[in-house]
């Protein structure tokens, strides 16, 4: 082979790769669905779920979700959130003091379970994985890994579609269920980095969600954990990552004002 079809082979293998790993890139990153979408989506999937209360029995009482809810407002004020006004953010509590787990559709839809809520020690724990929950909206993670999930062509096809609902309806089936809020490990480290951003402007500590991953790290999983792992997987490297931007940001360990563990515990003994 001479050195100069040798150089172009080269030059040809180089070319391709990049290409390869940019339409990777280029996958990972696009979302082909309209930010109406996400708010149809979540506002079914909320219809789903308050039409099946054997699954999802909501708390009556409004105190827990308002004391949520309060939280999620104040998570909202950060500058970081760009859909605030756009998507519902709205929270329910669901009564299931078995399940260790909180999700959010897309388009905002906050349901937060009675075990999460008992499991937690303090407030800026819950705002924590509230952030995290947040994160998940505005990063839009359930259309993105529709996209890449449906294949570009179709996802294309089905955004553009006349028959949008429809479509959507066999996209969203696809998945089965909650299936679609499973979020891969790439999304939940970048929910993790969001939920320390939105924490930032608040008073609350902004590596809240460490409490949690100090909770849940012992437990084997299964049970009770069965549930959060198939919507939140949990490697070691969040906690790292966590305690790597606090240290980058230079936040002092948290003192009881930034974490409302008396509040929180008088909010615990109301449920
Ligand atoms: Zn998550």
Redesign the pocket.
């Known amino acids: 082979m001479s050195p100069l079809s040798d150089v172009l082979r080269r030059a040809a293998i180089v070319l391709v790769s990049a290409l390869g790993s940019l339409v990777l890139t280029f996958c990972g990153a696009i979302n082909v669905f309209p930010i109406n979408e996400d708010k149809d989506l979540g506002a079914r999937f909320d219809r789903e779920i308050r039409a099946n209360p054997a699954e999802y029995p909501i708390r009556k009482d409004p105190g827990a979700r308002q004391y949520v809810q309060r939280i999620v407002d104040k998570i909202l004020t950060s500058p970081e959130v760009k859909y605030r006004g756009t998507f519902a953010y709205k929270c329910e509590v669901i009564q299931n003091d078995k399940t260790i787990n909180a999700f959010c559709t897309p388009g905002g839809y906050i349901y937060v379970y009675t075990g999460l809520l008992k499991l937690v020690d303090n407030e800026a724990t819950l705002a924590g994985v509230l952030g995290?929950?947040i994160a998940?909206a505005e990063l839009r993670h359930s259309t993105k890994r529709m996209t890449t999930q449906l294949g570009l062509e179709t996802a294309m096809a089905i955004a553009l579609g006349n028959n949008t609902n429809r479509n959507i309806e066999l996209a969203a089936n696809m998945f089965g269920g909650l299936g679609l809020l499973k979020?891969s490990r790439d999304?939940?480290t970048d929910?993790d980095e969001y939920s320390f951003k939105y924490l930032k402007s608040t008073s609350w500590y902004p590596g809240g969600i460490l409490g949690f991953f100090d909770k849940v790290k012992g437990r084997s999983a299964g049970g009770t954990l069965e549930r959060l792992l198939s919507?939140?997987p949990l490697p070691d490297d969040r906690i790292k990552a966590t305690q790597d931007r606090l240290k980058k940001a230079n936040i002092p360990p948290p003192t009881e004002a930034q974490l409302n563990s008396r509040g929180y515990q008088e909010f615990k003994r109301t449920l």
Do not use: A, C, K, V
């Open positions: 995290h929950e998940h979020n999304d939940e929910s919507t939140h």
